[in-house]
């Protein structure tokens, strides 16, 4: 039944009349069943619902739902019981449970209400309650809660004879009977509960009683004992009082005894009929929860039959406009395809006159870089005739300087073996002891070729140093190579697979088509990239001849310097050769820098050699589209041809260059394997064992020496050097030394 806006407002005063703990406003006040368990506490206290489910869960709408739950058994239970003529009410106005929890619906709630209203005053507490409803409401609230009161009784009125007909449904209903059982046997189950809690603590009061007497009367009997076994008479009436306070005693516990045993009877049989009651309480439990699920489906499925129905008749009504939108969507996409081919069309007349406009900005600047080329060109070829004849008088100048060293190397070994000539007997001995050998080594003049070895030796290792040095900047220069090598030959796949799909096309435009198209540009781009192909090798070629020049530069210094270390005193021959390889690392330094710079510029040609590269493939393939597009037109045709043609000779001019350069790669690093091999790092280690090897022979003969004169001490023998042939680099410098002093 629907409920007016005053309406509700005077039930929510109705309901602020009980007495509550907070002041309801809202509907969302009720939702909880808090206010409703109040309301039914004082309507009936022993009907009452006092442990609520609270909101813990992760659902708080199932809490409030089982709390509602009871309290709506609860007051069915009181209008069952005191209530008459209500039941057709229940019956026409069942009131949503679920609404309320989860959606806080109004409309249910307020039927809740009228629930405890009708409760309220046809209950047992009518005076009360009316009186409440005529002294705590206004004028306004008391006549909208007569009207509720009056349509409640036109209802009842009106399923009056309808109730009489289906008595045995409304009445009789099975829910309601199972619940009213459910209800007896839950009340009845805690009055077990409360009177077998109340026997548990009678139990024990009385074993706590029967405990402190068993004590008392053993103290009395012990007292008893004390007194028989005593002399005195005059106890004797004192005696008998304590036995006659003994049997009483004994009497009390007998019937305590008889009382406890009573108890533990009456408790066993109370346990029994708990333990037959609680199958048909769990049978209860399980029958409601069936009733509820069932309830739940039966609205559930009203809830989608009607859903069903409405959705029929929309279909119903949306089938005209359906075939109306399937008739406005074709018309849009036969418009779609139109528009889309209108768009193509006007994009590829864009992008033909964007592209002739390019090529003619494009050919104008491919000129004046072929006029620059071919100044650069000149320029280089007159540098390179420079340095060819530089090369040539720097080669005569070198070979010059090798026999002047010759003869000076001639000179040297001619002055250092005159003056150790000596004539005197001992030279012409047979053998000289080892004793008279190390004495001799001491002289200065025969030292002099052993310290020529070593200076060479010093020579030859800072030597070594800076050819370590070119070496890591070989291995440097062949890592990069390496690394162009790669890049080129990602290029040259790229390009290879472009200049087959490349290929394809043209052979597809060539099969349609004749003739030749702008011959003029197709020849201009061919002399662009000879141009730039010889330019890149007279780069190269110049880099190698200065590379060439710096070496032998240093070799003449190095040379020169070696030179002045022999004919100089030794201090200042070393400080000559630390300048002068001074000179050469700054040399190398320089050198270095020229080739970095050599690389960066190498480097930016060839980026720009591959940006130029790009433009032309994306240039081939703006005028494959433009060949696509025009390609009715004969003469466009065989222009495009010539400029297919000019665009393959450049991609095979470009791949022969990087074939080149792949040659080049190649035969720097047989020549950088070939310099590791025959480095002064090599020669050092093989030098270094050598001086090792000699050392260890040099101190093993001096302690064989020391142990044999150490043993021949006594005998007064003079130990000598054996006449054999001389192994070690050492005794063949003796032999040397002794075999000239012999001449």
């Not at 037959?276 to 209860?284: G, I, V, Y």
């Not at 070729?449 to 890591?472: P, Y």
Request: a negative charge.
């Amino acid at each position: 039944m629907p409920y007016s806006r005053a309406t509700e407002l005077a039930l929510l005063e109705w309901v602020n009349t009980f007495p509550l703990e907070s002041h309801v406003v809202s509907v969302s006040d009720l939702t909880d069943g808090v206010v409703f368990a109040k309301m039914l506490e004082d309507i009936d206290s022993t009907s009452a619902v006092r442990n609520l489910e609270n909101n813990a869960t992760t659902s708080k709408w199932l809490g409030r739902k089982k709390s509602l739950e009871a309290i709506h058994r609860s007051l069915l239970r009181y209008i069952n019981n005191t209530c008459e003529g209500m039941d057709a009410f229940v019956a026409v106005n069942p009131v949503d449970l679920n609404a309320i929890a989860e959606h806080e619906d109004a409309e249910e709630t307020f039927k809740f209400l009228t629930m405890f209203l009708m409760a309220a005053i046809r209950g047992t507490s009518t005076e009360k309650y009316v009186s409440k409803i005529t002294t705590g409401l206004d004028a306004t609230a008391q006549s909208q809660i007569a009207g509720v009161i009056k349509q409640v009784d036109v209802v009842e009125d009106s399923s009056m004879p309808a109730v009489d007909s289906a008595s045995s449904d409304s009445i009789n209903d099975a829910a309601l009977v199972l619940e009213g059982k459910y209800a007896a046997v839950a009340h009845e189950h805690e009055m077990l509960k409360k009177k077998h809690a109340d026997f548990i603590s009678r139990f024990e009061r009385l074993q706590l009683s029967h405990d402190e007497l068993l004590e008392h009367s053993n103290k009395q009997d012990n007292k008893l004992k004390g007194f028989e076994n005593s002399d005195e008479n005059d106890q004797s009436d004192y005696i008998r009082s304590l036995n006659i306070r003994i049997q009483e005693q004994e009497d009390l516990i007998a019937s305590q005894e008889n009382q406890l045993e009573s108890d533990r009877i009456a408790k066993e049989k109370l346990s029994k009929e708990l333990s037959t009651l609680r199958p048909a309480a769990q049978k209860l439990v399980e029958v409601e929860d069936e009733v509820k699920e069932l309830k739940t489906t039966n609205i559930a499925l009203s809830r989608k039959a009607n859903t069903v129905e409405h959705y029929q008749k929309k279909v119903e009504q949306l089938s005209v406009v359906e075939k109306e939108n399937i008739t406005l969507r074709d018309r849009l996409d036969t418009l779609q395809g139109n528009q889309k081919d209108f768009d193509r069309v006007y994009d590829e007349n864009t992008k033909i006159k964007a592209t002739l406009k390019e090529y003619q900005q494009r050919f104008h600047s491919y000129e004046l870089t072929y006029v620059e080329l071919s100044t650069q060109k000149k320029h280089i070829e007159e540098q390179l005739r420079l340095r060819d004849d530089q090369l040539q008088v720097l080669t005569a100048r070198q070979q010059h300087d090798e026999k002047f060293i010759d003869q000076l190397q001639e000179q040297i070994k001619i002055n250092a073996s005159g003056p150790v000539v000596p004539d005197s007997p001992a030279s012409k001995q047979a053998g000289l002891s080892l004793e008279e050998e190390l004495e001799r080594s001491e002289d200065p003049t025969s030292n002099l070729m052993l310290e020529i070895s070593r200076l060479k030796a010093e020579n030859q290792l800072l030597k070594s140093s800076n050819a370590g040095t070119k070496n890591s900047t070989l291995q440097v220069d062949l890592e990069e190579a390496e690394r162009i090598k790669k890049r080129l030959q990602e290029n040259l796949s790229d390009l290879t697979e472009k200049h087959t799909l490349g290929q394809a096309q043209l052979s597809a435009i060539i099969s349609k088509s004749a003739g030749e198209k702008e011959e003029a540009i197709a020849h201009t781009r061919q002399l662009y990239l000879e141009a730039n192909q010889e330019l890149t090798t007279a780069k190269a070629k110049l880099a190698e001849l200065q590379s060439e020049l710096s070496s032998r530069d240093r070799d003449l210094v190095s040379t020169k310097t070696d030179l002045a270390a022999v004919n100089q005193e030794e201090i200042d021959a070393i400080n000559n050769l630390k300048a002068a390889h001074e000179l050469i690392a700054t040399s190398f330094k320089n050198d270095l820098l020229i080739l970095q710079n050599k690389h960066k510029n190498l480097s930016t040609d060839f980026d720009e050699q591959k940006t130029q590269l790009v433009d032309a493939l994306l240039s081939k393939n703006r005028l494959m589209q433009d060949l696509a597009a025009i390609k009715g037109g004969a003469r466009g045709t065989e222009n495009s041809q010539a400029e297919a043609a000019a665009i393959i000779d450049a991609e095979e001019k470009q791949r022969e260059q990087i074939q080149k350069q792949n040659t080049l790669i190649q035969e720097l690093e047989r020549k950088l394997k070939i310099a590791v091999e025959n480095s002064p790092e090599a020669q050092k280690a093989a030098t270094d064992s050598m001086i090792k090897n000699l050392t260890r022979e040099n101190t093993l003969i001096a302690t064989a020496w020391y142990d044999l004169t150490s043993r021949l001490q006594s005998n007064h023998v003079v130990l000598q050097r054996r006449q054999d042939a001389p192994k070690s680099w050492l005794n063949k410098q003796r032999h040397l030394v002794n075999a000239t002093s012999r001449r």
